[in-house]
């Protein structure tokens, strides 16, 4: 059964500021969704939003088409990654990986750099394996949709290749949204794209959707 999570008319303001006020949003079970936007577009509040850590106004946000009010208080269904680390950085890989159920075997397959550092503490962990460790633990651990705030981010090359390929993997058990300015990374491994500009979900179906919005000069 496909299930989905949408984000609907949503309206936010800071103020006399406007930072949403038509935003349109899919996720799917099965597949990726690309969120683009420049800086300070509202990629992290819509996201915030639809977790239910950030309030704007009632009703905005549908699982299976019914209103859902705090998703991210349910793991089950929604887990987020956001833009800064979450794990502690005095737990070791073996603790964090025990801690959230995930086995340790299965991780050092899918990226072999950690073979031999199972008894490592995080905090010897380079920025990108760190990172690598976080995305491995969100999209792994059984929920219905997750969502990344800029996954790509502080990884090296071989390590972005990395996990797009086991996020391509592993979209066939959750609905993923994706947001990061490493746009060709993105458009690659997303099923669906949305620009976000001026307020506004701008659906891109090709790149040259995104040069005539602004977002890229090809
Ligand atoms: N609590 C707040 N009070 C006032 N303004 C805020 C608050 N939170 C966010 N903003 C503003 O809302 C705008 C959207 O922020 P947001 O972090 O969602 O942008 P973003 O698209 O994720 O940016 P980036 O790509 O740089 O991460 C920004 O201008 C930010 O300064």
């Not at 800029?150 to 996020?167: A, S």
Request: hydrophobic residues 40%; aromatic residues 10%.
């Amino acid at each position: 059964m496909i299930h989905t999570l949408e984000a609907d008319g949503i309206q936010l303001d800071f103020g006399l500021r406007r930072i949403l006020s038509d935003v349109y949003l899919k996720c799917e079970t099965g597949k990726i969704t690309g969120l683009l936007g420049r800086n300070g577009q509202g990629k992290s509040c819509l996201m915030n939003i639809m977790l239910g850590t950030l309030n704007a106004g009632s009703n905005s946000v549908r699982f299976d088409g019914s209103v859902i009010h705090k998703a991210g208080k349910k793991p089950h269904l929604l887990l987020y990654l956001p833009q800064f680390n979450f794990i502690p950085k005095s737990f070791t890989i073996y603790t964090v990986l025990n801690d959230f159920q995930l086995s340790m075997d299965d991780f050092i397959y899918r990226f072999p750099d950690f073979k031999d550092r199972r008894h490592e503490r995080v905090s010897n962990l380079s920025g990108g394996q760190w990172r690598t460790l976080e995305i491995y633990i969100i999209v792994k651990t059984p929920s219905l949709f997750a969502m990344l705030d800029e996954p790509f981010t502080h990884l090296n090359p071989i390590q972005i290749d990395n996990v797009k390929q086991f996020m391509l993997e592993e979209k066939a058990n959750k609905g993923m949204l994706i947001t990061d300015h490493m746009y060709n990374h993105l458009l690659e491994v997303s099923d669906t794209v949305y620009l976000l500009k001026d307020a506004k979900t701008h659906p891109i179906k090709t790149i040259f959707e995104l040069d005539e919005l602004g977002y890229v000069n090809l």
